[in-house]
C-alpha cells in the first residue's frame, strides 16, 4: 500500500541549479497536485492536473513547471532555483467523483535553496 | 471568493480532555466540502475527517467529529479524549466547485495543538 511516493525527502540546491521532485501514486487517482508549505501560510497550490495530459497553475505557479507523464506520475521540476523557492513540497493525489474528493499526500519534500 | 479562515493559531488540552478546532469558511456556492488533515511533527498530511454540504447529520470518525453549522458557516473538529499522539498541526480545507473533472482544495493557515500529559 504505497499511495502517493515522492522522492527525494530532502534536497539541498545552489542557486540557479535545477532539479525535478518525482511524485508517483498507485491509487489510479485521476487528479494530482503539487503544493508548497511555507511557515504560516498553510498550502499554497502550484499546480495541478486534472486528468492525464492535462495541466494547469495554481496559486503560486512561477519559477516551476511539471509534467503529468502518465496516470501514475506528475513530476515538478525547478529550472533555476532560488532562495524564495525553499519550502516542504507535497505531491497530492485525489479521485474526483461526485461528493467526495479525498486528497493522500506524499511524505514530503524538504527543499533548501542556498 | 472562497476563503477558509482557522482563527486559532494554537491551543493547548489536557491529556483525556476533549476539544474543539475552529474553521469557518466562505462560499456562495451550494454544494461543497469540507475536510480536516492534521499534519504532526513528522511532516505528513494525514486525512482526518469529511463533511459535505448536503450532509444532514455531522460527521464522525473514532475520536473526530465535525460540528457543522451550515448558517454560521462553519465546520469545527472536536477531538474527544485527547491524546498525547494529537498533538500536530490542524488544517480545515474546502474543496472548490467542480471545474471540469478537478475538484481543487482552499486551505486554511492552521492550527497548533499541543496535548499536555
Known amino acids: 500500500n504505497a499511495g502517493v511516493t515522492q522522492t527525494p525527502k530532502f534536497q539541498v540546491l545552489k542557486t540557479g541549479q535545477s532539479m525535478t521532485l518525482q511524485c508517483a501514486q498507485d491509487?489510479?487517482?485521476?487528479?494530482m497536485y503539487w503544493y508548497r508549505q511555507d511557515p504560516g501560510m498553510g498550502l499554497r497550490l502550484i499546480y495541478y492536473?486534472?486528468?492525464?495530459?492535462?495541466?494547469d497553475k495554481g496559486e503560486v505557479p512561477n519559477g516551476y513547471n511539471v509534467s503529468r507523464l502518465n496516470k501514475r506520475e506528475f513530476s515538478l521540476r525547478l529550472e533555476s532555483a532560488a532562495p524564495s523557492q525553499t519550502s516542504v513540497y507535497f505531491c497530492?493525489?485525489?479521485?474526483?467523483?461526485?461528493?467526495?474528493?479525498?486528497?493522500?499526500f506524499g511524505q514530503g519534500t524538504r527543499l533548501t535553496v542556498v | 471568493a472562497q476563503k477558509i479562515t482557522q482563527t486559532q493559531p494554537g491551543m493547548f488540552v489536557q491529556e483525556k480532555e476533549a476539544v474543539t478546532l475552529d474553521c469557518t469558511y466562505d462560499?456562495?456556492?451550494?454544494?461543497?466540502?469540507l475536510f480536516w488533515y492534521k499534519q504532526p511533527s513528522s511532516g505528513e498530511m494525514i486525512f482526518l475527517i469529511y463533511?459535505?454540504?448536503?450532509d444532514e447529520q455531522n460527521a464522525t470518525e473514532g475520536r473526530y467529529s465535525l460540528n457543522f453549522q451550515k448558517a454560521r458557516k462553519s465546520a469545527n473538529l472536536v477531538i474527544s479524549a485527547s491524546q498525547l499522539g494529537d498533538s500536530a498541526m490542524y488544517f480545515c480545507?474546502?474543496?472548490?466547485?467542480?471545474?471540469?473533472?478537478?475538484?481543487?482544495?482552499?486551505w486554511g493557515l492552521g492550527t497548533s495543538l499541543a496535548v499536555n500529559p
Open positions: 497530492a493525489s485525489s479521485y474526483s467523483r461526485a461528493g467526495f474528493t479525498e486528497a493522500f
Open positions: 491509487m489510479n487517482h485521476n487528479s
Open positions: 492536473s486534472a486528468s492525464e495530459g492535462t495541466t
Open positions: 462560499t456562495s456556492d451550494q454544494s461543497y466540502g
Open positions: 463533511q459535505g454540504s448536503y
Open positions: 480545507a474546502m474543496r472548490e466547485p467542480r471545474v471540469g473533472n478537478n475538484r481543487k482544495l482552499i
